[in-house]
Structure formats: C-alpha cells, structure tokens
C-alpha cells in the first residue's frame, strides 16, 4: 500500500511526513529478500523447477486413457491450489479438463483425486 492507493474505507493512502520518498534516501533492501526475489524456489526451501507454460497447455489438452490421466488431474489440481486459485473454480476447471479426455474419467475418480490434493494442500498450509 502506497499513496496515493485507496483504501477500503474511501481514503487515500499518504505518505508519514518522516517518510516521504522524494525528501529521504530508501533504505537498501535486506540481502534476504534481495536473495528471495532473485530465486524464489531455491529460497523458500522448494527444489522443484517451474514447468513451462507449454507443459500446462499441453496438458489441458486432454490425455487418453492409459497415458497418465490420474498423475495429470493430480499436477493440475495441485499447480492450481498451490497458486491459491478459488477451490471452487479449481473444480470447474477440472471438470472441463476431463471432457477433454479421450474418454473422461469416471467423475467419482476425478473427485477422488481432486479431494485428495486438497487435503494435501491444506496439510502443506499448516491447517
């Protein structure tokens, strides 16, 4: 939050008189956060390495059956929730990612898998 940003009561932000940028030198920024921005993966303890965006759109292609369709639903629903995305709208989606599949899973196994990330991921969120 920064002025001249609004806040949720209809205010603006302002600048503290001890703390206007253009009158006072920014203060360099702590060498762990300098570290975090630069590699965020290594930093915060993941060793996984980010797939491509074509490893997603090659996925939400749909999969046919015997090539992995569990582990894909599973990638995708995990990718999803660890990007905080809408559980619901997680779900939809994935309900669409399976009529692209040639055929679709039983719906009882995609929520199957689809509940079992989720529980994962709110054990990975400390709750």
Known sequence: MASPSLHSVGKRYEWELSSRPIEN???????????????????????????????????????????GRNPAAASIAGHLFRKYVDPILIYEIMVLWNERNSPPMDIKELNKIVDSIAKKEIGRRGG
Not at 36 to 59: A, Y
């Open 25 to 67: 030198k920014i203060a360099e920024a702590p060498s762990w956060l300098m570290d975090m921005i630069r590699d965020p993966i290594h930093t915060m303890g993941d060793t996984r390495q980010p797939r491509p965006s074509s490893h997603w759109h090659d996925l939400m292609q749909g999969i046919r059956e015997g090539n």
